[in-house]
């Protein structure tokens, strides 16, 4: 049997609402059906129509108007996701959050896809350096405990929107729960950085990680074999510092280079969290063909 | 006579000459003699700021709240500040040094980034503190743009917009020309912070104070990242002799000056390292970490520091250090 297209609505059609819209419509499994927003003729609902998608700017109430959905993605802010949340919740339809909200469970694809799936109707997607970093801890984690992870996220100021900008504070948290969490560390700290070079650089990561660094070939062989896992959604992931040991702490180094379809390949920030968005989406419709849930 | 606002840094940015390993008591004994000479406000912590105690900066010898009750404890007059770096501190950390009686936050950013620290001067100026804005890396932006951001920062609420020459790559004419503007079209008071990697800083800072800055940074023996900052014993000097009034007494500081030579690690000079900071615009603190990384990876410690200029790395980029040092090895080996 032919596994049925699930419906997709985007809610917040700002550049990673574009993005995800251009990633949604390559998808087998998902088919998106509607934009929302709020502001009329914004950039991302005039694309949304050209495309012959139907859009809204009646945002959350549009969406639950229109019925039929099954999975919403959020790329609005936290304060509207809180609100969205609950509704999403009432009409039955799997969200999931790009916002740091965090209202469900964190969701990092390489690490804890399915086991979050199977019981959640509201998922999140942490943040871009969450994405990026977390499962570089969770590789390392599973040769020898961290007691401590610290990462420091560094992306072009151009790829960083007011949205990162007024919520700083939130990233840097959110990130570090993250890494506790979903990552497995002890303790944590994240620290993000804006860089306003020109021409803009790849988004790139650096993590510390204090463990047994007697482990490290065992430690560089995890981290590989992670690092290809999260290639298979976001291809331009790459191991730019093999782990090497300085000390009691473990340094690795990775970029982040976009795919380019919206947001240019500088932005590799956003297209890591729209990338993950999207495949834990299909995973979600997966599991449900084949009724797992 | 023109009044002059002076800020101690010797508790903060001297922590970097130190790799942040100050004790409490040996802040309390600096902080109390500052008191005693009438300096007055002194910004204690990480030279990193709040949460700068980290892998990528290096970990302080004592916490936050450690160096806070110490320090404010030793003062009776003199205000206490604290550094934020939105992106490594947080307004939660911001409560904490609160519960410390601070009563001045400076939050600082990126030349051209002022807009990541709204939320902080807002936080701030909703609970009652004194909100500076701190544009770092200040030779980085043309003079136009050093204003826009200044802007932002006023109209975020910011009670003082500092101009902080990070790397201390300005030339006076540089200094000139970004706080004459700035004092120029903002109505909130202007300051400016120095570092002496080109010899300049008290040079720099009086420059400041004749294009219209009213509040400049200092530290007792020059104490800080890179070269260090202003001499604030020198400073001082110099502001007594030009006819300016900091309410400061030279002879205290310079007694002070001594039992701080005490507790130094190296003297405070401009070496080759830090004059190639100067040289090449890249962030104070980039300096021992750049030593270390020499050593480790084989390479020359100005080659790294003169490709971090190049590559327009901002305050904060340690990290960049290690791939800088790697590259240049590799390159090294395949000749």
Redesign the interface.
Known sequence: MEQRKLRAAIIGPGNIGIDLMMKIRRSKVLELVLMAGIVSGSQGLKMAEESGIATTTRGIDGVIEFGDLDIAFDATGANPHMKHAPLLKQAGIFAVDLTPAAVGPYIVPAVNMDSQLLTAHNVNMVTCGGQATVPIVNAINQVTPVEYA?I?A?LS?LSAG?GT?????EF??TTRNALIKVGGAQDA?A????????PPIMM?N?I?T?CDTAKIADIIKAVEDMTRKVQQYAPGYKL??SPYA?GD?V?T?VEVEGAGDYLPKYSGNLDIITSAAVTVAERYAKLKHEGAM | MKSIRIIDSTLRDGMHAVSHQFTPEQMAMIAGKLDEAGVDTVEVGHGDGL?GS???YGFSKATEEQYLKAVSEALTKTKLAVLLI???G???DLEVAMEYGVKTVRVAT?V??A??G???IKFAKKSGLEAIGFLMMSHMAPPEKVLEQAKLFESYGADTVYITDSAGAMLPHDVRARIGLVSKELSVPIGFHAHNNLGLAVGNTLTAIEAGAASVDGTVCGLGAGSGNSQLEALIAVLNKGGYNTGADLYKLMDLSKEVEGLMHRPQTINSDSLAIGYAGAYGSFLLHSRRAAE?FGVDAREILLELGR????G??E??I??VA?ELAKAKSSK
């Open positions: 610290e420091v560094t100021s007011p900008r007024q919520n700083i504070d840097t948290q700290k620290i993000i950085i804006l860089n306003p070079a020109d790139r650096t510390y204090k730019k510092v300085d702490k340094v180094v | 949460g980290s892998f990528q939105p992106g490594i947080t307004v939660e990126h051209t980034e807009d990541a709204e939320q902080h480790k590559r327009k790395t901002v904060g980029q990290d960049m290690i791939d790697i």
